[in-house]
């Protein structure tokens, strides 16, 4: 019965079939749904969407709607933590390649064609992003990190996008959701019309801007005055792939950001209670979601508040007690929450 299932209802929790939805949705209106009625769909017990009433076994019961979503926010941010590790871990092979380039480069002179070329200085990254400007036709992908995006970082890059918009080229543009209170962004965006398109993440990788799938520029260094321009297939390939598995998980700016299904506590704070159930300080925690520490600590003190904790060791409890995160995972720091 397992395999019949898989076969006519290839899907998850998160796009259930037409009959799936029926059934589930009149079992939850209910609180449970006979047994009989639930054999035409065998992806709802395969999904953990109904199971078994104790008390009467011709029965079936539902799984709460809040408990699904968790499940299912918690899938997505395993999903990001993994793509965000394996960027991390080209990124090292990158900068490793790349010393090994320079070297060779000193001893052979530039050429065209240079698979990973080392961009020493911001005229030189600057020239370099025009060039590439100048040949894209299709398409530009790009992962813009941090908060709220300052009007100089929109303006300096302004000409490329709108010389880009008059060739016709699209545009797709990942941001981290602080990123949709800043009033600069919005009018960028409003500037640029259906050029680009643009969606947000609880948190992206670093700097990543890819032309016509070809040429791709990310940070070398952590104060961005050095960058890396790849032109190897396979390494342009693998960051496309990337930025496709994060854009797939992000959601458009022009939606709002899902509900947590858990009273009194923000889609921020929700991403606040996971990394901190990772073990992260503070500032770790303020950086990988744009925002200032003061305002992540902030968030911290409403977040126990809520929950009715007194000190990081007693919110690490609770946090796993609402269904924030999984309670094996946690790694809360004991230290007071002021």
Known sequence: MAGHGTEEHPHGADRLCEAGDRVYSRAVRRGRVARADAEAVPCLLELALLHPDPDDMDWLVPTSPQEVMTRLLRGVHDEVRESQRRVGSAVA??????GLGSRLQALTGPGEGTSIRVL???SRIQAAMDEATEACTTEVL??????IRREEELTEGLHRALTLRGRGVRMRDLYTHV???GQGLLNYLELMGDAVQA????????RLILFDRKV???PANTDRTMALELRHPALVEYLVTVFERLWRLAVPLTAPLPDTGIEGISHREQSI???LAEGHQDAVIAERLGISVRTCRAHIA???ETLGAASRTQLGVRIAQVGLVRAAALGVPGQSVH
Request: glycine share 8%; hydrophobic share 50%.
């Open 142 to 147: 790009t992962v813009q990190p941090g908060g």
């Open 120 to 122: 020493d200085g911001l």
């Open 273 to 275: 209670a996971a990394l």
């Open 199 to 206: 969606r947000t993440l609880d948190e992206v990788i670093d």
């Open 179 to 181: 990123a949709r209170h």
């Open 216 to 218: 791709a520029f990310i």
């Open 93 to 98: 092979a990158f900068e490793w390649y790349a």
């Open 302 to 304: 409403r977040l126990s």
